[in-house]
């Protein structure tokens, strides 16, 4: 699923550092997460996780999605 035109490697030094108010309102076990959908123009996150889905949309200001829907909508044939 690695498309180079779609998919963006992120150096450890480009990694934004979260607003504070999002590291407040944010688990800090998915933080990293969030901090790479921060360091991206798109902010959004693919996940399995429906509960980390659930949280991180209400909490954080990013697009979550599940990896079904995201392969639904993006991967047509």
Do not use: W
């Not at 963006?8 to 076990?29: A, F, G, M, T, Y």
């Not at 991206?40 to 980390?52: C, E, K, P, S, Y």
């Not at 889905?53 to 829907?69: F, H, I, R, Y």
């Amino acid at each position: 699923m690695r498309d180079s035109s779609k998919t963006i490697l992120v150096d450890e030094s480009d990694v934004k550092q979260l607003p504070q108010e999002i590291q407040n309102r944010s688990h800090s076990k998915d933080r990293y997460l969030l901090e790479l959908a921060y360091s991206g123009a798109d902010r959004t996150i693919v996940t399995t996780d429906r509960n980390l889905k659930e949280s991180l949309s209400k909490a954080c200001g990013v697009s979550v999605c599940l990896l079904e829907e995201f392969l639904r909508d993006h991967c047509k044939n």
